[in-house]
């Protein structure tokens, strides 16, 4: 089912999205201040490409303050922005029966756009 999934959310606009995570971390990491939120774009890209049978979970290994200050500035500089997309387009597909598994997963995804450093997706 999980494969069923991933191959419709595919096609239907995952593709594009993670794309655009993905080019979003190139030209982060194109700049040496930029690389670590350029890695969260990637791991974003990843879950974002291929989101069913994932999960986003804290990780162990937090690294406190500097997590706290680099979630700061990813929610100044996009992350509120990218949260409020996924919960926009969560919404929108909570309202059909046939897109409420798609639903699920964009409010998956909001808890990593808002927030990824200090999160680990399994």
């Known amino acids: 089912m999980n494969l069923l999934g991933n191959l419709i959310w595919l096609v239907f606009g995952g593709f ?6 993905f080019v979003g971390g190139i030209i982060l990491c194109l ?11 990637f791991k974003i890209a990843g ?19 500097l997590s706290l200050f680099c979630n700061i500035v990813w929610l100044l500089f996009g992350g509120l922005y990218a949260a409020l ?6 919404f929108l597909l909570f309202i059909t029966i046939i897109g409420i598994p798609f639903a699920r997963q964009h409010f998956k995804l909001i808890e ?11």
């Not at 986003?56 to 406190?64: E, I, K, L, Q, R």
């Not at 990593?112 to 399994?122: A, D, H, N, Q």
């Open 31 to 41: 700049t040496i201040v930029g690389i670590p939120w350029g890695l969260q774009c």
């Open 85 to 90: 997309i996924h919960i926009v387009f969560g």
């Open 47 to 65: 879950l974002v490409l291929w989101p069913f049978g994932k999960e986003v979970v804290s990780s162990s290994n937090n690294a406190g303050c």
């Open 112 to 122: 990593i756009s808002l927030m990824p450093f200090g999160k680990e997706v399994r």
């Open 16 to 21: 594009f999205s993670a794309l655009g995570y």
